[in-house]
């Protein structure tokens, strides 16, 4: 089962509001990603988890703060954003071992407005 | 600079044509090279991924050619069918930068029935 879920699968939100976009998998991953996606454009890392350590980070704003509570689980927690980042945003997950020819397996996306 | 650069960005083809989507790469580096395919409004999905030892890898309808020298690989995509109408991302990763994917801008294919 090569699956990765996330919910909501829609969100709306205001730029004041706090939301949190939710990702999980049980393929005993051990790496996370989460990607922000524009309409006809690929996808752009934001953040990487390996062994739920942040690996990397994009120079992503502030306003996006990721969690990683355990090895199957990502949240990406949404605050104070701006109407420009509204977009699909995608997890992803691969093994972990070295991240040596690794597939990533995404899950469908979050699709945000931000009003 | 982008790392990896992908043509055309759309093609138009009948049913049981051929398209052919090309990328190109420049660093040497990059040692494994998937494919995804996404359709709209959900996660792009792995469809088929190749190794520089190798030059060519076919999955069903769908082979990759890849030419080392010439830091080129691209996806045929035989017999095509309406429902293969998606964006094809190709992309590249190198073993040092935890799984990273450096995409392809993306080809928008559609397939008249």
């Known amino acids: 089962d090569t699956e990765v879920t996330q919910t909501p699968k829609h969100l709306v939100m205001g730029m004041t509001n706090k939301k949190s976009l939710k990702c999980e998998q049980h393929m005993g991953h051990r790496a996370m990603y989460w990607y922000k996606q524009k309409a006809k454009k690929p996808p752009e890392l934001m953040f990487v988890y390996s062994y739920e350590k942040l690996s990397i980070n994009e120079s992503v704003p502030s306003r996006f703060s990721p969690e990683c509570p355990n090895s199957s689980l990502l949240n990406l927690h949404l605050h104070a954003l701006q109407p420009e980042d509204s977009a699909l945003y995608l997890c992803a997950s691969s093994q972990g071992r070295g991240a040596h020819r690794e597939t990533q397996y995404f899950g469908p996306g979050t699709r945000l407005l931000v009003l | 600079q982008q790392q990896v650069k992908q043509s055309p960005q759309s093609l138009i083809v009948q049913k049981g044509g051929i398209p052919i989507i090309n990328c190109a790469y420049e660093?040497?580096?990059?040692?494994?090279f998937p494919w995804y395919q996404q359709f709209p409004g959900k996660g792009p999905a792995l469809l088929i991924a190749i190794r520089p030892d190798v030059s060519e890898k076919k999955e069903g309808r769908f082979t990759i050619s890849f030419n080392k020298s010439a830091k080129q690989f691209s996806l045929h995509i035989m017999d095509s069918q309406p429902g293969d109408s998606a964006t094809y991302f190709c992309?590249?990763?190198?073993?040092?930068?935890?799984?990273?994917?450096?995409f392809g801008r993306g080809t928008q294919l559609t397939v008249w029935p």
């Open positions: 660093n040497t580096a990059f040692d494994y």
């Open positions: 992309a590249a990763t190198r073993g040092s930068t935890l799984g990273r994917l450096y």
